[in-house]
């Protein structure tokens, strides 16, 4: 191990970390159409019982949240510096349900950055008998002498440079307690890792995707010549393009011709872009229908199906809230999943599985018209939550509520395991 990790942190019984809202609690918040001074008021009125230092700690932790929840990203992650300054422990707020003697403590490792950069596990955990504490490796600076002990450990950071996966691998390996999400399969989550990975495989369609960069396109615009590895059979359009490292449809467009392309590249300042085969998987009736199904010990969830007019689809620009017909068809989608879309599909997760060992994870994905997986993307860090309003979505009650019982059932029998068994 290497001497900034050498030593690991001592296992303390009664060290407190600063307690914080923490992300999912914001999140909820501003997504019931409250704004960013509102957001500010819950932070300080919070009522968590941390010292004074602790407190002022906090609030500068949650407030960077707060910054990015209302489009300041890049003020959010600084003042997310100085709170990481302050301390690199947090513990996220919330009593656990049922008796606190009985809670679970988990401890997820994650990482500095916004806020897709790691598992956002506290909107599973706030609704368990969890305990979350968050601990920041930060770079070149070494762990902290003590932390909470716990039960288990989630390595929850979504991506990772190459320095920063060796360290997380090191970790993993050494780590006292049981482990959840082994970094290693990291890699495996890239755009064009993915794709090269699952291609030929029969029960899935994995469109051609490639790493490239602007010269690279421009050369393509200048000479006519191929990019490099972008072989498809009906060449390079249509495809998605796509800044790497942006998430959520981040500066993601189709291109259907060299015209079109070099307009994109005229307003996208980025260097270095994603490019994807587009793979039509409009249904009959004109519509396209994406869904985020979560793996929990390979146990397959489905987490929501947007219905949307356009191929980019968003279940905040699906217009769900608008139509109950679309809410229908994803409450009957939730109900006949297990007998349904998890048995016709059962092949496809078993290969996403043998090259993806995470214990948690999930894929966007859509059902193609000869029947195969159309996986869009694997990630580690996204978001599986129930903030959708009960009023409009009775349906996603039943079925998050089950998300989160297997989740806590996973960490609790992996707490169980002898370490051994468990890395």
């Given at each position: 191990?290497?001497?900034?990790?050498?030593?690991?942190?001592?296992?303390?019984d009664?060290?407190?970390?600063?307690?914080?809202?923490?992300?999912?609690?914001?999140?909820?918040?501003?997504?019931?159409?409250?704004?960013?001074?509102?957001?500010?008021?819950?932070?300080?009125?919070?009522?968590?019982?941390?010292?004074?230092?602790?407190?002022?700690?906090?609030?500068?932790?949650?407030?960077?949240?707060?910054?990015?929840?209302?489009?300041?990203?890049?003020?959010?992650?600084?003042?997310?510096?100085?709170?990481?300054?302050?301390?690199?422990?947090?513990?996220?707020?919330?009593?656990?349900?049922?008796?606190?003697?009985?809670?679970?403590?988990?401890?997820?490792?994650?990482?500095?950055?916004?806020?897709?950069?790691?598992?956002?596990?506290?909107?599973?955990?706030?609704?368990?008998?969890v305990?979350?504490?968050?601990?920041?490796?930060?770079?070149?600076?070494?762990?902290?002498?003590?932390?909470?002990?716990?039960?288990?450990?989630?390595?929850?950071?979504?991506?990772?440079?190459?320095?920063?996966?060796?360290?997380?691998?090191?970790?993993?390996?050494?780590?006292?307690?049981?482990?959840?999400?082994?970094?290693?399969?990291?890699?495996?989550?890239?755009?064009?890792?993915?794709?090269?990975?699952?291609?030929?495989?029969?029960?899935?369609?994995?469109?051609t995707?490639?790493?490239?960069?602007?010269?690279?396109?421009?050369?393509?615009?200048?000479t006519?010549?191929?990019?490099?590895?972008?072989?498809?059979?009906?060449?390079?359009?249509?495809?998605?393009?796509?800044?790497?490292?942006?998430?959520?449809?981040?500066?993601?467009?189709?291109?259907?011709?060299?015209?079109?392309l070099?307009?994109?590249?005229r307003?996208?300042?980025?260097?270095?872009?994603?490019l994807?085969?587009?793979?039509?998987?409009?249904?009959?009736?004109?519509?396209?229908?994406?869904?985020?199904?979560?793996?929990?010990?390979?146990?397959p969830?489905?987490?929501?199906?947007a219905i949307?007019?356009?191929?980019?689809?968003?279940?905040?620009?699906?217009?769900?809230?608008?139509?109950?017909?679309?809410?229908?068809?994803?409450?009957?989608?939730?109900?006949?999943?297990?007998?349904?879309?998890?048995?016709?599909?059962?092949?496809?997760?078993a290969?996403?599985?043998?090259?993806?060992?995470?214990?948690?994870?999930?894929?966007?994905?859509?059902?193609?018209?000869?029947?195969?997986?159309?996986?869009?993307?694997?990630?580690?860090?996204?978001?599986?939550?129930?903030?959708?309003?009960?009023?409009?979505?009775?349906?996603?009650?039943?079925?998050?509520?089950?998300?989160?019982?297997?989740?806590?059932?996973?960490?609790?029998?992996?707490?169980?395991?002898?370490?051994?068994?468990?890395?």
């Open positions: 191990m290497p001497l900034i990790d050498q030593t690991l942190p001592a296992l303390s009664t060290l407190v970390p600063p307690i914080v809202r923490g992300t999912a609690d914001l999140t909820s918040f501003a997504y019931q159409g409250n704004d960013h001074d509102a957001l500010m008021q819950r932070i300080e009125t919070s009522t968590a019982p941390n010292p004074a230092l602790a407190r002022q700690a906090a609030q500068t932790y949650d407030a960077a949240i707060a910054l990015q929840l209302g489009f300041r990203r890049a003020e959010g992650l600084n003042l997310q510096d100085t709170a990481l300054d302050a301390s690199p422990l947090w513990r996220v707020g919330g009593a656990p349900q049922g008796a606190p003697r009985d809670a679970l403590r988990l401890l997820a490792l994650v990482g500095p950055g916004d806020l897709m950069t790691n598992t956002p596990l506290d909107f599973l955990t706030n609704h368990l008998n305990r979350l504490d968050l601990l920041y490796l930060l770079p070149d600076r070494p762990l902290p002498a003590s932390i909470p002990d716990h039960d288990a450990a989630f390595f929850a950071l979504g991506e990772a440079d190459p320095a920063t996966l060796a360290r997380l691998r090191r970790l993993f390996a050494a780590w006292p307690r049981p482990v959840l999400n082994d970094p290693s399969f990291l890699p495996a989550l890239e755009r064009d890792t993915l794709s090269r990975s699952l291609a030929g495989i029969a029960s899935i369609a994995s469109p995707a490639v790493a490239t960069s602007r010269a690279a396109l421009q050369a393509h615009l200048d006519g010549c191929p990019i490099q590895g972008f072989d498809t059979p009906t060449g390079p359009y249509p495809c998605l393009i796509r800044p790497i490292g942006s998430h959520a449809g981040a500066g993601l467009s189709r291109v259907t011709n060299p015209a079109e070099a307009n994109y590249l307003f996208c300042f980025d260097r270095q872009f994603f994807t085969a587009f793979h039509d998987y409009q249904g009959a009736d004109g519509l396209y229908r994406k869904s985020r199904v979560g793996f929990i010990d390979r146990q969830f489905l987490c929501h199906m949307s007019q356009h191929w980019m689809v968003h279940y905040l620009n699906a217009d769900m809230t608008e139509s109950a017909a679309k809410r229908a068809e994803e409450a009957a989608a939730m109900a006949e999943f297990d007998h349904g879309f998890a048995r016709r599909h059962q092949a496809a997760f290969a996403l599985h043998e090259r993806l060992g995470f214990d948690f994870y999930s894929i966007d994905c859509a059902e193609t018209p000869d029947g195969r997986l159309l996986v869009f993307e694997a990630d580690a860090a996204a978001i599986i939550h129930l903030m959708d309003p009960p009023n409009l979505f009775p349906y996603k009650q039943p079925q998050m509520r089950k998300v989160f019982a297997a989740f806590e059932a996973m960490l609790r029998r992996r707490a169980a395991a002898p370490r051994a068994a468990a890395a």
